[in-house]
């Protein structure tokens, strides 16, 4: 039965019969344009082929069966067209379909491949398909990179370009442009987000043209777009929200449609017919080398407008959701299951801390009235000073807790944030009664399995004990799960992390390192370190070489090298000192 709404279906019987039982005044039909029937019927009947088809799979009908009714079809077409032109195309009896061709003097038939090595897209190049940057389906970037392998033209319009975005597919780009392929580029400096590093490299590669807008308060292009041209007609576009940065390319959550001209012919003529006017447009100009000094000027003033912008700060602290789930499984631990000593295993940078200063706020909420000690136990006076700061945030109490490390003295041990060191130097455990503390956390509870902690965690009962840690397998073999019944009551590990885009994700870039170290000696498991220091640092032709080989690395994968904070691993002080200079 048909629904009141809009409709733009094609009259069959079925509902042309329904349609006349209603009252003239209940529907609104229109003539099928004449302009517009082939598309709209060959749509209508694409429809009615797939259930054709579909029906016959499901009475048991084989692939030759669902062949044979595509070519009646074809048959009819073409007796009632009188055209000899629609024979050829009979699906033939094999039932198979073309994936690629390979040119006759293809440089791969001489390395011994075949057309079937030829890299292709995991997405269909015949039927459009959605990206949401979902876990499961393929990242933006690596199927970019498929599309550039196999296009013979590409047109990309993005609003800006950063060097880490660029740099995931720049190798394929400028094999794609070495090998005659067509580049053509359209950004802007917009907001200054663009890197010209990355514009720089761009235009470094051959057959390549690159227009930039530099008036931002006339061209605001937030388009987003990929067209890769296949002169075999099975072209694609990727339109959506992803700029050319490494965020925007893997990890953010970004939608994309990629478009096939199979399927959406005439999306992929607008979009190309809309790619070709701002090419053309005055606005965007073409970038050349003498314009490099332009575009900085331009950028540096677009983020110099963003700086001109009020700073907010805000302190209104709630707990994130992931949070809130292991609040939620530490109450439940407690409440349900009556267990009073957990360990919570969050990865570095995911607010361990701030975890345990809202269990300990919903403590005291709790136990109105009590003095509801706190003792908190950490190995270094940063981690505690940082820790009573977040504490002091969430209980909104900047005079809450006091520090017992290095220098700091308290004044009082009822809200103590304590080094490990600090508890048996002064020898807290035989000061206090066991149960004077309500509410114990022991952070990077890792180190629990060391001496100096278990006095601690003998002498002390608190009505509840919060073990944090990031990483509860020791190197050594011994378990800290065993203060805890060897159970974990929460944890969020980090690859979890990443993949809810709580953390960065890595990117690990791998250099060769050319030095020959055949004539090294090896002893106690490692190359004597003299003779490699000796060899990275004093052994001039090799360092030196060896040198400027890590410096073209970062040169070749950093976006700017001012702006970048490194460490390096150096074997000695000698080569730590060669290597700074």
Not at 228 to 237: C, E, H, I, K
Not at 383 to 407: A, C
Request: glycine share 6%; with cysteine; proline share 4%.
């Amino acid at each position: 039965m048909l629904q009141p709404g809009l409709y733009e279906q094609v009259v069959n019987e079925e509902i042309g019969s329904e349609l006349d039982a209603l009252l003239p005044q209940r529907r609104a039909v229109a003539a099928i344009d004449r302009a517009e029937a082939s598309q709209v019927l060959a749509q209508y009947l694409a429809q009615v082929a797939q259930k054709g088809l579909d029906n016959l799979a499901d009475r048991g009908g084989d692939l030759s069966a669902q062949v044979e009714l595509v070519n009646r079809l074809i048959q009819t077409i073409e007796h009632t067209t009188e055209e000899a032109d629609f024979a050829p195309l009979r699906v033939d009896g094999r039932a198979e379909q073309l994936l690629a061709l390979l040119r006759e003097q293809d440089p791969l038939l001489a390395a011994g491949k075949t057309a079937d090595d030829l890299p292709r897209p995991e997405t269909p190049l015949a039927r459009s398909s959605l990206f949401t940057g979902a876990l499961n389906e393929p990242q933006m970037f690596s199927e970019l990179k498929k599309e550039i392998a196999s296009a013979d033209r590409i047109d990309m319009l993005v609003s800006f370009i950063k060097w880490s975005g660029l740099r995931l597919i720049l190798e394929e780009l400028r094999a794609f442009t070495q090998n005659g392929g067509q580049l053509r580029v359209i950004s802007t400096s917009y907001m200054g987000a663009t890197d010209s590093k990355a514009i720089e490299e761009l235009h470094r590669l051959p057959n390549t043209q690159i227009k930039i807008s530099y008036d931002t308060d006339r061209t605001r292009l937030h388009a987003k777009t990929y067209v890769f041209y296949r002169d075999t007609g099975f072209t694609t576009a990727y339109v959506g929200s992803s700029n050319l940065s490494e965020v925007a390319m893997s990890s953010g959550l970004e939608w994309n449609v990629k478009v096939t001209a199979k399927d959406l012919p005439t999306t992929l003529q607008k979009i190309t017919a809309t790619f070709d006017s701002y090419w053309n447009a005055p606005e965007f100009e073409p970038y050349r080398e003498e314009e490099h000094g332009r575009l900085l000027r331009a950028l540096k003033a677009e983020r110099g407008r963003g700086e001109e912008r009020p700073r907010e700060m805000l302190f209104n602290i709630r707990p994130y959701a992931y949070q809130q789930e292991i609040l939620d499984k530490l109450d439940a631990e407690r409440k349900v299951r009556g267990l009073t000593r957990n360990l919570v295993v969050a990865a570095t940078g995911t607010g361990k801390t701030v975890i345990s200063a809202f269990d300990y706020r919903r403590f005291c909420k709790e136990h109105p009235g009590g003095a509801n000690r706190l003792l908190f136990v950490a190995h270094r006076e940063e981690i505690l000073r940082q820790s009573l700061y977040t504490f002091q945030n969430i209980l909104r109490d900047p005079n809450f807790g006091e520090l017992f490390v290095g220098s700091s003295r308290p004044e009082s041990l009822d809200h103590l944030f304590v080094s490990i060191q600090t508890v048996n130097s002064q020898e807290l455990c035989d000061r206090l009664p066991s149960g004077y503390y309500d509410y114990i956390v022991v952070d990077e509870f890792h180190h629990a399995a060391a001496p100096t902690y278990q006095r601690l965690l003998e002498h002390f009962r608190p009505q509840l004990l919060l073990g944090l840690t990031a990483t509860p397998e020791r190197m050594d073999g011994k378990s800290v799960l065993d203060y805890f019944g060897g159970r974990v009551a929460a944890e969020i590990r980090l690859p979890e992390a990443i993949d809810r885009k709580l953390l960065c994700p890595f990117q690990y870039f791998g250099v060769a390192d050319t030095v020959d170290l055949n004539e090294l000696r090896w002893v106690r498991g490692g190359y004597d370190k003299g003779e490699l220091s000796n060899l990275y640092s004093l052994n001039r032709a090799v360092a030196e070489r060896r040198a400027a080989h890590i410096l073209q690395s970062l040169d070749r994968y950093v976006t700017d090298m001012d702006a970048v904070k490194g460490l390096g691993f150096c074997v000695s002080v000698e080569h730590a000192r060669f290597m700074a200079a």
